[in-house]
């Protein structure tokens, strides 16, 4: 069976579940977990990643350096990865992750602007680390479009390329046909990053690991945004099952899950009405909260604003559209009300 190599996100991604409000202490305490459970990868950071603390997509309560740094004291066994969007990202954001320590690093893009990695992937590869490419909400392109994405990240010195599920929209045979595809266009290591909308995360990690991924994420808890990612202790448990090998000692990888739940996670990642619509919306799922919040302000409902979103085509960094969609809903409702009057009283 494949060697996996196992990359957990729960301080980056689980960072949207909570408005990016990690401390310093939870931070240095599920490192230390992770770090004595033998987990390969732990990647740190804002939820949008580095240079993405703001008012508008949320503002961190520590840096990007206090987190990269803290983690790095605990990581002494395993590596320390970075992640950048060109855009919030920015070279000197990258030199502060090289300062503190960073091994690895992933670049993410929307699937179809791959040519925004070039700097980026080249500044890092020119500093001799190794840099992964990720391709989000990758279902809003054609399969042969996202291997010709993905060949750009590999001509600027990738060395893997990751399918990432951003909207939890996928389902298996769309995960095969993505991976499959990246595995035999290109000569990158390839890998998945699932998230729970239509609780497919585990199996669509395992299609993808029959495609010939040999990269996946997973999160403790599922500890992530909106329907929450792959539950990562769920994940390693089955690919053991199965015979691949991890390298993760599963009981200190439940004990770490277990302080997740304690210490990080405000609220348990599920699978619910609002993240099941936008999971088929392909809305990524980092808008749930404001989704929710906003249409709870306008009186209307959150499901018709995700398939609202999903029609529009709206990806992460959009979020002012929010308001527009849920102003345009609550002016419909108000017309339909408005009608209904006319109509009761000239029966009248």
Known sequence: MAEILISDPTLRDGNHAVKHQLSAQQIRSYAAAANAARI???EVGHGNGLGASSLQVGQALLSDREMLRIAREQLTDVKLQAFGIPGFAKLPDLDGALEEGADLFRVGTHCTEADLTERHITYLRGHSKPVHGVLMMCHMTTVGDLVEQARKMEAYGASGAIVMDSAGALLIDDVRRRVSALVEGTGM????HGHENVSL???????????????LDGTARGFGAGAGNTQLEVLVAVLQRLGHETGIDLYRLLEAADLAERELVQTIPTTDSVTIVSGLAGVF????RPVRRIAQEFGVDPRDVF??????EVIAGQEDVILEVAAELREHLEVQ???QVEIREGVA
Do not use: Q
């Open 201 to 215: 995360g585990v199996a669509n990690s395992i299609a993808a690991v029959e495609e010939g991924a040999t990269i």
């Open 285 to 288: 799922s980092g808008y749930s």
């Open 189 to 192: 290591a390839v890998g998945y």
């Open 337 to 339: 009300v408005d009608i």
């Open 307 to 312: 398939f609202a979103l999903g029609k529009r």
């Open 40 to 42: 390969p990868v732990v």
